[in-house]
């Protein structure tokens, strides 16, 4: 047992030392990397957006398909996703405004035409996207299928250490 004890602690200062002189720790002898899209593992959507909102198994997807329906009634359910994301919640009445083109560049168009950082004619991109996609449980097919994966959405420029959103014309 005195041995057992010995290592602990060698392993401890060990830690202790590197974290010290500002590095991280090496991983165990054997361990393996979490399965993180486009970082350890293929990205299966690469373009974001415009790759996971298709039209294939699970209907039409495509943000311009159900921005059309939306502008007749957006779903209660994210009616109150919306709201909840919201600086001004009561201007939000369950109808999207028509869109012309909004196909061509997503999220991009989004982001500069209604859903800024601060916006208050609009939930804000990011509180509403998140909302969307991470709430609700085994009832969201981003957190079912997608398993939540920031990365399917945020890109990693592996040289800068620099986040992005890519974005494009729907398919």
């Known amino acids: 047992m005195v041995g057992h004890a010995h ?41 974001g957006c415009v790759d996971c909102h298709v039209n294939g198994k699970a209907g039409d997807t495509r943000l311009s398909t159900l921005m059309t329906a939306w502008t007749t009634a957006v779903p209660a359910a994210l009616v109150e996703k919306a709201r909840a994301s919201s600086a001004a919640p009561s201007k939000i009445k369950g109808k999207h405004p028509a869109v012309p083109k909004v196909a061509s560049n997503i999220p991009q168009m989004c982001l500069n035409a209604c859903h800024k950082k601060g916006s ?31 990365t399917h959405c945020h890109k990693l420029d592996a040289k800068t250490g620099a986040w992005k959103m890519p974005s494009g014309a729907e398919k």
């Not at 720790?25 to 486009?38: H, L």
């Open 7 to 47: 290592k602990l602690m060698l392993i401890c200062a060990a830690v202790l030392a590197t974290a010290a002189a500002g590095q991280a720790p090496a991983a165990p002898q054997g361990a393996v990397a979490r399965k993180i899209p486009g970082i350890t593992v293929k990205d299966a959507y690469p373009n």
């Open 120 to 150: 208050t004619i609009a939930p804000p991109f990011a509180q509403l996207l998140h909302t969307i996609h991470l709430t609700g449980g085994s009832a969201n097919r981003f957190l079912t299928d997608g398993q939540g994966e920031c």
